[in-house]
């Protein structure tokens, strides 16, 4: 269905196509998941009243859902700016269609990752204090300076090649749409010189990107493995948290993809190969996080530390085993069993895997955080977590807000870099052509170089 | 200037919680319900852990009075984003209330678990809360709090003493509520720089140790191991 489209030059229509016009079944979402999030808000506000005494947190487990919420949206924010900037310097050609919706991701989930921080705060009045009276030792300083820069740079990124396809749309749209991105579009008349300009600035931020993406959740696994606690204080947790938050990026990107596949007809754009490319990514992904788990644990269980011994044994046959199980089996044997094969690495059994994944690596912070503070190095205070209805409603709300923001992303712009597809067929043909060549011996003298793709070297410009 | 730190004689304890007691009326510390107290919220900035070891006949108990462990490398004090964690120049950590945006960190830093966060607002029976110690503030909800040597009773003893023209002596003049408080006198209070005081003295007995030395913390309070 997707091969021999008979208009498949047809003016990229369908991508402009959401923007453009809104169907019923966004707008009964919206007001489903704006219902869910409006409970949330008063969750919070519940809880603003009262206090955190109406959450199930408690001594020594002071730290729930919402650090593991922050550590996880943080996360899945690894999707976008880090995965793309990545296949952009690369020079991934299949990137073109994915891009954008990954870039999205990243930009929207980060005020949830900040937002749970500030959810988690006993006094959020006082934020600003961080601030005024920093302290620079502290890790959570460090994670309020990464993040922000990171908001920031990601925030670039997404823009930057939004510029092009905002003055498509400034062409297309009318009334107050058309006065946004004519304010938005800067201008934009595609002049060599202006195209020149943007690539620049855009592979100058996707090399930036990078390691202020690494950095991000670097820091933010600093917070736990800077303590003195049992199984926190590793010092594989940097690398081990920023595997994790690809591979929940990752997943999260791919469920993404195949939403707006599924709701905007792009089927045409985000073929099965994309889907197959990162899902070998995934698996890869999947692997590289066991190893780090595998290696986290068992150096844990051979040490034989009393502290850490009953953190371990807490997660692998005591309260936690359930989860601790449920986490194995959703972050590698299903991915595993679903991706490995190709028969059934189609894009159901990929977007299963993924949803397996996105519950699997959620599990796997609360694992990070719950068990250890719930075994403190002193067994005097030993304790239970259980979250109550407040955390219960915050999260959901969480979730449906940020469902909520990326679907009106996808009403105020293309969802698809248009001007990157484009480019693709226009250019990108020819200089994956001339790259593959260029890896090639070089020819003997005599023999003639074509320098053009066959068949549809005739539609190619040199430039 | 003086180091203040306590040696605790665990010879003498007596498991009688007096001390507990003194410090929840000393600091203002908020009671709770026994239902939030099963829940994990009650607080206490110095507690008596007991613990029973052995089986019958040769069984043992044991009680281990704790209170802030005033570390030299104190933990919490560090991770404070805001700097409401701070350790004076004479190596008391106490907390600034005030300031407290109520993260806990610091609660998660401590190994010892001494810092306590106010869930809810703070409650007192009515008699109780009749029986507030006017030299202390209460705090808010959603912030930590913990045990800081009877701050407070040192800025009185400071007081007394430049109204005499010399520093605060290192024993007797300044002692935190609840090493005034304990009838068995095992607990030992002092400046542990002044070679004269008993606080030192006991400090360096073969028989001192501290919790938890090997994570490097450097507790001010010693332990008088059992003989």
Known sequence: ?463 | MARWGMVIDLDRCTGCQACVVTCKAENNVPVVTPREAQRGRLMLWMTVIPEVEGEFPRVRARFTPRPCMQCDHPPCVKVCPVQAMTKSPEGTVSHVFARCIGCRFCVQACPYGVTYFNWQAPTWPKDLREALNPDFAIRPTGVVEMCDFCHHRLQHAREEARADGREVRGEGEYVPACVQACPARALIFGDLDDPNTAASNLAHSPRAFRMLEDLGTSPKVYYLKEG
């Not at chain 1, 985000?270 to 644990?297: D, G, I, Q, R």
């Not at chain 1, 679903?338 to 690596?361: D, P, Y």
């Open chain 1, 1 to 463: 269905m997707q091969t021999t489209h008979p208009q498949a030059f047809d003016g990229d229509d369908v991508l402009f196509a959401p923007v453009l016009r809104t169907g019923r079944g966004f707008y009964t979402a919206a007001v489903f998941l704006l219902a869910v999030a409006a409970w949330g808000a008063y969750a919070y506000t519940y809880q603003l009243r009262y206090g955190l005494g109406v959450t199930g947190l408690n001594r020594p487990v002071a730290w729930g859902f919402y650090i593991v919420n922050f550590v996880f949206f943080i996360g899945i924010s690894h999707a976008g700016t880090l995965i793309s900037a990545i296949l952009r310097l690369c020079n991934a050609e299949w990137r073109r269609p994915i891009t954008r919706a990954a870039e999205t991701i990243t930009v929207l989930v980060l005020f949830f990752g900040l937002g749970s921080i500030i959810i988690d705060l006993g006094r959020p009045d006082r934020l600003f204090y961080v601030m005024q009276y920093g302290r620079l030792q502290s890790p959570l300083l460090w994670d309020v300076t990464s993040i922000t820069t990171y908001l920031t740079a990601s925030t670039l990124y997404l823009y930057l090649p939004l510029i092009p396809d905002l003055a498509l749309l400034r062409d297309r749209a009318r009334g107050w749409r058309r006065q946004l991105y004519t304010a938005i579009s800067l201008g934009w008349r595609g002049t060599p010189e202006q195209h020149r300009r943007l690539e620049r600035g855009i592979s100058v931020m996707a090399v930036l990107v990078i390691p202020i993406a690494v950095s991000v959740h670097t820091v933010v696994s600093w917070v736990f493995s800077m303590t003195l606690q049992p199984m926190w204080k590793s010092t594989i947790f940097g690398p081990y948290f920023v595997t994790g938050a690809i591979f929940s990026g990752m997943a999260a990107l791919i469920i993404a993809m195949a939403a707006v596949r599924r709701a905007y007809h792009l089927e045409n754009y985000l073929k099965p190969v994309h889907f197959n490319s990162l899902a070998l990514l995934l698996l890869t992904m999947s692997l590289l996080w066991f190893y780090f788990t595998f290696a986290e644990h068992l150096t844990a269980y051979y040490g034989g530390e009393l502290a850490e011994g009953a953190v371990l044994f807490a997660k692998v046959t005591g309260p936690y085993a359930p989860e601790f199980w449920a986490m194995v089996v959703l972050n590698l044997v299903i991915p595993l069993a679903i991706m490995a094969n190709r028969r059934t690495r189609t894009v159901a059994g990929i977007v299963t895997a993924s949803a397996s994944v996105l519950v699997g690596m959620w599990l796997e912070r609360y694992l990070i955080v719950v068990p250890t503070l719930a075994n403190p190095r002193l067994p005097y205070a030993r304790g239970l977590y259980s979250p109550t209805w407040v955390e219960w409603s915050i999260t959901a709300g969480a979730f449906a807000l940020f469902i909520l923001l990326y679907m009106v992303f996808t009403k105020l712009f293309p969802i698809i870099s248009i001007w990157e597809v484009r480019e693709g067929r226009e250019r990108g043909i020819q200089e994956a052509y001339e790259r593959i060549e260029s890896y090639l011996p070089t020819p003997t003298p005599g023999t003639q170089p074509s320098g053009r793709v066959p068949g549809v070297g005739a539609a190619v410009p040199s430039h």
